[in-house]
């Protein structure tokens, strides 16, 4: 008991409420300042709005604008179209598209490998840092939920041998970092 009457050990609910509070407080930190220093690209970078927009009308002149031609085609049974109706539509921002999506998709994978990065170097610190146990837990919980939120971020748009490259990377890591860590107190533990 301290000075006041009240248990010196705190409830387990406040400590794990606490670790919780810190975990999510860290990734939404990491995840803000990531988004601050690194922007995302945007639509109008690469692709520019026109209040008023008139498609190119033949498959030539959308081609050369830069744009896609979708032919129509007259369903089985019924005439194809004629030369009075169209023949087809453009999407006029089919390049720009493929630009910006191209940028986001490298943007993503950037994000992902600085989420993972700083996912372990939490995890790192956690297992070695002093502070007591809630922040080492904290820590490492952060660090556990950056990797999460980093493949939530990525991981469908990630090629198949970079999903096997990154994830042996990272369990390299962590069994690194448990061995390290735990063998320690495993042979205190037999002693």
């Not at 409830?11 to 995840?31: D, Q, T, Y």
Request: hydrophobic content about 50%; some cysteine.
């Amino acid at each position: 008991m301290d000075q006041n009457g009240q248990s010196a050990r705190q409830p387990r609910f406040l400590k794990w409420s606490l670790v919780f509070a810190i975990a999510l407080v860290a990734n939404l930190f990491v995840n803000y300042a990531l988004s601050l220093a690194y922007k995302a690209p945007v639509w109008n970078d690469f692709c520019h709005d026109q209040q008023i927009v008139t498609p190119p009308a033949t498959e030539a002149a959308c081609v050369s604008a830069g744009g896609q031609w979708t032919a129509v085609v007259a369903p089985a049974g019924q005439e194809p179209p004629t030369v009075k109706t169209a023949s087809g539509y453009c999407n006029p921002n089919y390049t720009c598209q493929q630009a910006l999506q191209n940028a986001q998709e490298s943007y993503e994978r950037n994000v992902f490998i600085i989420l993972v990065i700083v996912g372990v170097i939490m995890i790192a610190l956690g297992s070695f840092v002093g502070g007591g146990e809630v922040v080492k837990t904290s820590l490492s919980f952060a660090g556990s939920l950056s990797l999460v939120v980093a493949s939530f971020r990525y991981w469908s748009s990630a090629q198949d041998w970079l999903k096997v490259v990154i994830l042996g990377v990272a369990l390299a890591a962590l069994l690194w970092l448990a061995v390290k860590k735990f063998a320690r107190t495993d042979e205190k533990v037999r002693s």
